[in-house]
């Protein structure tokens, strides 16, 4: 068998060039999990090997609930609770000490994997001459169950075993960059969704900043429940399992495939507002909600790229068709539902900003602009301006390119930059979705450039002749991208100064 091989600490693994050049090893484990006494623990250190490790293949994903048929193409169908691997492209293999970019891929903490059809890093690999990392962690129960009583006595993590999970892989990374050509003292960490989420999470957390020196987080800000909540949330799965109540621990012996079918039960039920499993502040390496750790400047030498996209809630209307019907009655029982007793005042406002704007103001489109700011964009700006009192290489931006799907309904909405990113949205299967000739072409090719020029000296300015302005709380200096790329001043200001008078 033929093929790049590269040695690792735990075993040499043989990869494939792809037509372009780029050499790929997929499937690569870092860390081991399993069931049994190995479940809710942290990540322990792969099984070594004795000959070549096959890196043609993606790893299984992390257990979760699949659909009858996959969404995209040529994505693994199947999954294991040993799941922990990651991929690797390269351009080459040659001590060329490249930046490294690592990718946390989101789906609210339930689904995904690193092996998605919108990640594949062979295209930002060879345009930036840059190694990038996509990689599996666990998920769901597996992943972000917590209780006082899994506490681990070494760590004292009790629950954040995905974050855990991503942590490992980012020491992985640095122990391997240089066998792929890649610099570990220049590694940016980037995520969507949950994906980023989980990066703005990191950089409150007590430690693992030191692996990486650039974050970027699209569309998510720091997140963590408390303990008591989730502990809630554990007694509730194991009531949703049939079991009677009990010591927590014995989930360690319930088949994943049970776990994973309850926990899509809670989710639809609604349980921790549809993130019934998330980080949590469990004492170990989340010791305080992490936009206070962000505050008091724990990854003040990290540079951050951090934004949203301008209609982030629209994409989720798709899985909830009553919302087409939204009357002002039924916006305002859903909000009261999501937010308290901010709703009222959020629509009066909303309403009157949207309206002098010139925008829609029904129900719908207040609903999907409301909370489009209470999930995504206000816990970002938080962030950004946290980190921005820490480092001058802290940048904003908002996507505003909209989505040609059900008829432009979607705007810009969660999710639709993420193969402008990758520039995978020259995909069939995913230029439904983004939209495509020229102008889809131009602001991808932006989108990179800025993306990898951040990751290379931590500043996302294209060209001197168009500079993007770091973030400061005096100018609030946004860079739009969209149809056209520009600066502009505090964005949507009136909307983020309702919610300040709100805090």
Not at 47 to 68: H, I, K, M, T, Y
Not at 471 to 499: K, N
């Amino acid at each position: 068998m033929s093929g790049p091989l590269v040695e690792t600490r735990y075993g040499r693994i043989r990869g494939v060039v792809e037509p372009d050049g780029v050499r790929v090893f997929r499937g690569v484990p870092y860390g081991r999990c399993s069931s049994g006494p190995l479940r809710f623990r942290p990540p322990q250190p792969p099984v070594p090997w004795a000959e070549a490790l096959d890196a043609s293949r993606f790893g299984p994903l992390a257990p979760q609930l699949l659909p009858e048929r996959p969404l995209l193409p040529d994505e693994p169908t199947s999954w294991d609770e040993n799941c922990l691997s990651l991929n690797v492209w390269t351009p080459g293999l040659d001590g060329g000490r490249r930046p490294v970019l690592v990718w946390l891929h989101g789906g609210s903490f339930l689904t995904g994997s690193g092996a998605g059809l919108p990640y594949r890093g062979h295209h930002l690999a060879r345009k930036g001459d840059v190694v990038v990392v996509t990689l599996n962690y666990r998920l769901g129960t597996l992943g972000f169950l917590a209780h006082p009583d899994l506490r681990d006595e070494e760590t004292g993590a009790a629950g954040n075993w995905g974050l855990l999970d991503q942590l490992c892989a980012l020491q992985w990374v640095a122990e391997h960059a240089a066998a792929f050509g890649g610099d570990a003292a220049n590694v940016t960490l980037f995520g969507e969704s949950a994906g980023s989420m989980c990066v703005s999470t990191l950089l409150g957390a007590n430690r693992g900043q030191q692996l990486f020196r650039r974050a970027i987080a699209q569309s998510g800000g720091p997140i963590a429940l408390s303990v008591d909540s989730a502990a809630e949330t554990a007694e509730l799965l194991v009531s949703e399992l049939g079991l009677e109540p009990g010591p927590i621990a014995r989930l360690r012996d319930v088949p994943a495939g049970e776990l994973v079918q309850a926990q899509a039960r809670l989710a639809r039920r609604g349980v921790g507002g549809g993130l019934p499993l998330a980080p949590v502040v469990d004492g170990g390496l989340i010791d305080r909600p992490p936009l206070e750790g962000v505050r008091a400047g724990r990854a003040r030498h990290v540079s951050l790229l951090a934004g949203s996209n301008r209609d982030e809630m629209t994409y989720f209307v798709m899985g909830d068709p009553q919302l087409l019907a939204l009357d002002d009655e039924g916006l305002r029982v859903r909000l009261e539902a999501a937010i308290g007793p901010r709703a009222g005042p959020a629509v009066d406002s909303y309403r009157a900003i949207r309206a002098d704007r010139g925008d829609s103001t029904s129900p719908l489109a207040l609903w999907c602009a409301i909370q489009t700011d209470w999930i995504f964009r206000m816990p970002m700006l938080r962030m950004v301006e946290a980190q921005a009192a820490h480092t001058d290489q802290t940048y904003a931006y908002l996507f505003t390119w909209p989505s040609p799907l059900a008829g432009g309904l979607l705007g810009a909405c969660h999710g639709l930059e993420v193969p402008f990113v990758f520039g995978s949205l020259t995909h069939p299967a995913i230029t439904r979705f983004t939209g495509g000739g020229s102008d889809a072409l131009e602001l991808a090719e932006y989108v990179q450039q800025a993306w990898l020029g951040f990751a290379r000296a931590g500043d996302p300015s294209v060209s001197p002749a168009r500079p993007w302005p770091a973030y400061d709380c005096d100018r609030r200096s946004t860079m739009v991208l969209g149809a056209e790329c520009f600066v502009e001043d505090d964005p949507l200001s009136g909307e983020r100064e309702f919610w300040e008078s709100e805090a």
